[in-house]
């Protein structure tokens, strides 16, 4: 096993999940090929982050994946080097690291695709589980099985099998106006794919920062693994008249203080229309008026628009404006 995949993500061989997880949501944001279209580099690194972090955020790959290196590289380089688990070298040589101190003599081992049996004799391999459990904790097996190594099943099998894994998913982020929030849009992806394309559903109401996730359009998985899925976070930019709480919309409007004094029908724009809105006489500033059902409507539910009223004061006086004044409060 060439690759340490805690080297790659840059975590210590005790990590929590909570942490590879963190580093790897790291990793993969600041190498996803998204982010940098046409760089081999980076689309390689981020595939080794991916390998990595599918084999270390599952407790039985882990385990697997320890015992490995616990038990290996062989001596004399690769553990599989040559297409073989045993080929080149003396594997578990006394003295060696994982070893055991022992003797093997594996001058009856017939190679893989050659008739006859397979033979092996070892001395002081301690206790019952000796080295039929090596054998087993490396490929997955269980002793009297069947096989040379106890699993049962070619170890071609069930090495492909403990290699399933399923693919990463795939994150998108996409901006739409406050308007197209309201009515719902749709927008289309371009996928690494052949240059496929795929329409996106964008329903109405959804929330800033919202996800709309495609199923089984993400990343292949690896040996027939399920494919990932594509998740798409949805910005949705502000607007100049609207703003949203819940359902509730929020506006307002301006009217002048003599208005604001004799009361006005004054004009609101919704969502939908523009209604004209009763001010009474004798509003204050920042009274906020309810126009009831006017709101943002998601699953059949409607919200509330509040209107809030703001009083335009003049900053200049006319001598008759003054005077005016000047008697109405004398």
Request: glycine share 16%.
């Amino acid at each position: 096993m060439n690759t340490d995949f805690y080297k790659t993500l840059g975590v210590a061989e005790t990590a929590g999940a909570d942490e590879i997880k963190k580093v790897y949501r790291k990793l993969a944001k600041k190498y996803h090929p998204d982010r940098h279209k046409g760089d081999p580099k980076a689309e390689a690194r981020f595939k080794e982050i991916s390998e990595a972090y599918d084999t270390l955020k599952d407790p039985k790959k882990r385990a697997e994946y320890d015992n490995m290196r616990k038990y290996g590289p062989f001596s004399g380089g690769n553990a599989f080097a040559g297409g073989h688990p045993f080929s080149g070298g003396q594997p578990f040589a006394g003295g060696q690291p994982g070893g055991f101190g022992g003797e093997f003599d594996f001058s009856q081992f017939m190679r893989g695709g050659q008739g006859g049996g397979t033979s092996f004799h070892f001395d002081n391999a301690s206790g019952s589980g000796g080295f039929e459990d090596v054998l087993s904790s490396l490929f997955g097996g269980g002793p009297n099985t069947g096989s040379p190594f106890g699993t049962g099943r070619p170890q071609s099998d069930r090495r492909r099998r403990r290699r399933t894994a399923r693919g990463s998913d795939v994150h998108l982020t996409v901006d739409i106006s406050f308007r197209e929030m309201v009515t719902g849009t749709s927008r289309t992806i371009a996928t690494r794919d052949k240059g496929r394309k795929i329409s996106v559903k964008i329903p109405a109401g959804i929330r800033h920062r919202g996800k709309v996730r495609l199923r089984g359009q993400g990343h292949l998985g690896s040996y027939g693994g399920e494919q990932g899925d594509l998740i798409i976070t949805v910005r949705v930019m502000p607007d100049q008249n609207f703003e949203r709480k819940g359902n509730d919309i929020h506006s307002s409007v301006e009217i002048s203080f003599i208005e604001a004094i004799r009361g006005c029908k004054a004009n609101v724009k919704t969502l939908t229309k523009t209604v004209a809105l009763s001010v009474p006489p004798g509003t204050q500033p920042g009274t906020k008026m309810r126009l009831k059902g006017m709101g943002l409507e998601v699953g059949g539910k409607s919200g509330d628009q509040y209107v809030e009223i703001k009083v335009t004061i003049p900053q200049t006086l006319t001598d008759a404006q003054q005077k005016l004044l000047d008697e109405w409060e004398g």
